[in-house]
């Protein structure tokens, strides 16, 4: 696995330099950057699929980096986790090779393939990271290179303050995770990956609370859990698409992870308010994403913020998982920590299509207003339908891979009724509710989002002149939708793998059985055969327009103006607008959005009877910026106030500065 | 293997025939309490054999959604009547899902639904489907709670399952906790099958449609598959809540007579559920659409009481 490992590195290397090296001649840099780093993402897909399999990695270079040197080394859940980001990586590459075509000549297309190379070799490589320095810098890399991602259209001003955002989010989780790191060494007293899971268990309580703590709020912070999410929606609409699905789509998974190495591997089991703390916050996130969702315009947030809800459905797994090896049952921690993984995988395949869809629309329409498309199903069949594909998906509806992963995660929340700690049943009860709240609400989400875009009349010129992009970006989303039917209604390929994995990491065997028919839970608790919903679904889908025709039903068609009610055209006016269809939910769901509504209406100078405009803006508050940043960020404005009378710019108050550090340095250590 | 299929196809055609014999009842019904004669309880047959005949009448600005989404909507539901226990617990092809796969491959249709609803450019359309994703998407949670009461009670979440240890406690019925998860399904019934007080299925005002809304542009041989799949969504909801709380009558092995039994089971716990329903619809006027998460809140508080108890009352 070792050649597989430096192959894969060899072909990132090659694409982020050669991107760099060919930078006079735009094309040949652009082609060189994208398909190093799809030729590097294949290479991770063989290198994830051997360590699934058991394979074995060990690479030590003591002197590259201090104290332990770079260690890397790979186990089940590594390579599960690797095997997720090539999936992602491999059609964002694919697809990069024709998109990134329209920045030519704007933007430097050597640094975008340098910075696209470096930032999926860094990911791959913080999955395999086995000891504190190589995770950090490995982290770091990650971060900044993503960051020079976002930034790629630097001129315009949201990109910038996204980026900002974004900048200073990273570097925020970044410092609690290395707190946590630095606090977890000092505990156990040593920085291999590998010592931590034995020697976790001799600390003391506050110390491991503490330290739990930290890392979860610095893989939280990646994640994008509520209410560490606000970079989320900024930064990923800035991005270039191919780079948002990479990010969303796999990015956020590596917060997963952290969270999943902490939980099973590193600190072992711990108190029941860590399970309750994540599914809870998981159960939030879900909720308050997909209520965001639903009122946003801009297709990209959109995604976004349902990327925010998909990473709070895999904490409830997770969390569920924690709280049912907190309570000794095994197999359902297992089989709970099994759907939340499952769903990571499917989460990144189609969240992945539908920010590459997103970035087709762009593409041809120039606009992520999704007030100002439509039709486009007419104009852009293919890219239609492969959304379509990925909206079935999230929305979690049979046959498709969404639906397994949150059948699987309902049955694991279910089962709780096995614990008999009220509180504990409680909570699981409202995870439920808020899984099937969020589900529900999803699905309306995506009939928005794919009714407005594509269908009807378009509402705009640019809409009306949209044309089907290139090969290469179909040929990504189609590979991606191909991946969302397969692992749909083939749950065996991924829950597999998925079963050893979490037997590596945690020692529970998952309470499920499984076949190509039929997927069962806990003993006969649920059931579910995928493969035959599938082929019922064809089946029927194909017998039943042919039964009329054999009674002879009418066949003719007359195609027609859509009803009027007695107007005499019709228009895009006439249709129902994105603000409109998601006014139901506004108005319930009120005291959340806050909305603040406004309304300009422009008389005619001469008379008040004749109206000449009507503007109406109704727009949700952001609660999370206003009620939790804002003042946070003020408070430390103040304090930074404050404390610039220490900077008095006098040489003699700093030499007086240094000598009472010293004094007080030489005191506390000696 | 003989009897298996006979089975299914039993079930099959009784949902398929059923349906619309079932809302001709539930209209007859009403319409008696209205104090009118009304039409033969055959009517719907009547209807869509004439719905059949007649030419399509496709709007010029749909695309291939709109005609495809009758065909998906009799699929799921025709795919439904195979795995719900309609007749016996023992149902050959039970195993293709639990009851959290059955409520979603209702959502499937409604998503679907949904988006023919948009697909025709006009703001009816587009307000029902607003409506019906809001309605459904409230009603989720309700339907889920109250399958984990369910489910608590019965210690499995498969159909089959449910009946199977009902019927094996008869007193099972008078529990509170099971009266309130059939309260709280009742209610969702009322809101997923679009019936008064959440949707008036004969109202003629388009402002006032939710589910009607949406197939306003269908006509000719695609609204007779929309009414006919509305109609087995009904007999399918009304199954669902006959078999899983009052399992009475359904056939535990598949003989002849326990599945004669069953029939004859089924056809009086509809007839009376469909009286129900006219009773409801006669004596409660329609809710403000605004007014409707309120109702299904309340269901909400009511199944999540079925699961409280369920913990509390072992």
Redesign the interface.
Known sequence: MLDLLLVTLACFSAGAVGALATAPWMNLSRLVGNAGALLGALGAFALGLAGLVGGNLQLNIPDLLPIGGVALGVDRLSAFFVVVIAAGAIPAALYALGYTREYAGKHSLARMGFAFNVFIAAMILVVLARNVLTFLFLWEAMSLASYFLVMTEHEREDTVRAGWVYFVMTHAGFAALFLGFLLLTRATGTMDFADWGAAAAKLDPTSRNLIFVLLALGFGSKAGVIPLHVWLPRAHPAAPSHVSALMSGVMIKLGVYGIARVAFDWLGAGPAWWGGAILVVGAVSAVLGVLYALVEHDLKRLLAYHSVENIGIIMLGLGGGMLFQTSHLPGLAALALVAGLYHTLNHAVFKSLLFMGAGAILHATHTRNMEEMG?L??RMPQT?ALFLVGS?AI????PLNG?ISE?LT??SL?LS?QISA?TV??IF?LG??????T???A??C???A???T????PRSESAAHAREVEWTMRAAMALLALACIVLGVAPPLTLAPLEATVFDLMGGLADMRFDW??VVAHD??????PL??AL??VA??VA??LA?RL?G?????????????GRAL?T?R???TAT??????K??FALLYRPVKELDIEFHPESRYFVRTIAYYNEGRLIFEDALYRPLLRMIQALAREARVLQSGNVHGYLVYILVALVALLILTV | MLTEITIELLQLLMVMLGSPLLVGVIRKAKARLQGRRGASICQPYADLRKL??????????????FRFTP??L???M??SA?IVPVLTTRTP??????I??LM??F??G??FL??AG??????????G???E??I??????T???A??GI??RA????LD?IIARSVADPLLMLNAGHLLAFFAFFIVTLAETGRLPVDNPTTHL?LTMIHEAMI??YS??LLA?VEWAAGMKLFLFLTLLSNLFFPWGVALANTPVALFTAFLALAVKLLLFAGAIALVETLVAKLR??RV?ELLAGS?TVA?LA??TA??IK
């Open positions: 039709g199903i007419k239609a079935v929305a979690a509806l049979p639906f059948w309902f049955q279910l009724f009220h049943n409680l009860a439920v509710a808020a899984l099937a709240l589900s529900g609400l699905a309306a995506f009939v928005k794919f009714g407005i594509f269908l009807a009349l028919n039929a006969g608790f649920g059931w579910v055969a035959w919903i019922g679904l029927f889908l039943i327009p009329p009674i039903a009418n066949n003719r068609r007359r195609y027609y103006e859509t009803w009027g009610c019709q895009a006439f249709e129902y409109a269809f998601a006014n139901p939910f108005r319930v | 059949l005949t007649k030419e399509m009448v496709i709007p010029e600005n749909t695309s291939w959604i065909y998906l009799a699929t799921t025709l795919l195979l092809l039970g195993f293709m899902g639990n959290i796969a979603y491959l959502l499937l409604t998503f949904a988006l948009l697909d025709a450019g006009s703001a009816f359309g587009g307000m489907s607003s409506r994703v809001a459904a998407a409230l009603a989720e949670p339907v889920l709670i399958i984990f489910a608590l210690g499995t979440t498969s399952g388009e306003l542009e000719g041989r598959f659409l605004f998460p909400f999540l699961v409280v913990f509390f």
